[in-house]
T-cell receptor, first 114, second 115 residues
Framework: DAGVTQSPTHLIKTRGQQVTLRCSPI?????VSWYQQVLGQGPQFIFQ???????GRGNFPDRFSARQFPNYSSELNVNALLLGDSALYLC?????????????FGQGTRLTVV | AQTVTQSQPEMSVQEAETVTLSCTYD???????LFWYKQPPSRQMILVIR??????QNATENRFSVNFQKAAKSFSLKISDSQLGDTAMYFC????????????FGGGTRLMVKP
């Protein structure tokens, strides 16, 4: 079975631009979460979606948005990019959103803002 | 803010020896779960071991075991018979009952296993 897939793996954007990151969860998984991992730090929670509805939001500005599609894939959008948005963006999928449910991570998208 | 703290930014261990990584956390909840994740250079987070807070028995997965001290809010990871493939970043993480399976991560410990 395919694991969590994220695209693209790397991209470079200019300050002020907009970016869309994509995530395909493991087949059968209905929950997708997004995390931002700045170099040298632990991941920070951005969003969680379950059954196409937002179920959790971290402490990120409104420039960050996301959505989940009927096939449970997800997109993370970041508008008006800042240099500080440079990070590894991780997607995690799980069967549902219960506390014990194991989260499976993708390999991430490395975003560089110049 | 409820935090997870890993006080050892870097550690090294000789192959076949034992190493312990430390983690402390803050929570006001009684029901939560604790995890150790491994992140090799490939960047993919891999679950190493998990502990349910209501269970007193420490979790064990092959060479990996934890020392869970609930009152002290401490959750250390012991790696026995260290292997070169254990070289990676290790993150301690916590969930809480009112936030689904949202994970709060510590800052990580970089572990180097030396031949």
């Amino acid at each position: 079975d395919a694991g969590v897939t994220q695209s693209p793996t790397h991209l470079i954007k200019t300050r002020g631009q907009q970016v869309t990151l994509r995530c395909s969860p493991i087949s059968g998984h209905k929950s997708v979460s997004w995390y931002q991992q700045v170099l040298g730090q632990g991941p920070q929670f951005i969003f969680q979606y379950y059954e196409k509805e937002e179920r959790g939001r971290g402490n990120f500005p409104d420039r960050f948005s996301a959505r989940q599609f009927p096939n449970y894939s997800s997109e993370l959008n970041v508008n008006a990019l800042l240099l500080g948005d440079s990070a590894l963006y991780l997607c995690a999928s799980s069967l549902w959103q219960g506390m014990l449910t194991e989260a499976f991570f993708g390999q991430g998208t490395r975003l560089t803002v110049v | 803010a409820q935090t997870v703290t890993q006080s050892q930014p870097e550690m090294s261990v000789q192959e076949a020896e034992t190493v312990t990584l430390s983690c402390t956390y803050d929570t006001s909840e009684n029901n939560y779960y604790l995890f150790w994740y491994k992140q090799p250079p490939s960047r993919q987070m891999i679950l190493v071991i998990r502990q349910e807070a209501y269970k007193q028995q420490n979790a064990t997965e092959n060479r990996f075991s934890v020392n869970f001290q609930k009152a002290a809010k401490s959750f250390s990871l012991k790696i026995s018979d260290s292997q070169l493939g254990d070289t990676a970043m290790y993150f301690c993480a916590r969930t809480q009952h009112n936030a689904g399976n949202m994970l709060t991560f510590g800052g990580g410990t970089r572990l180097m296993v030396k031949p």
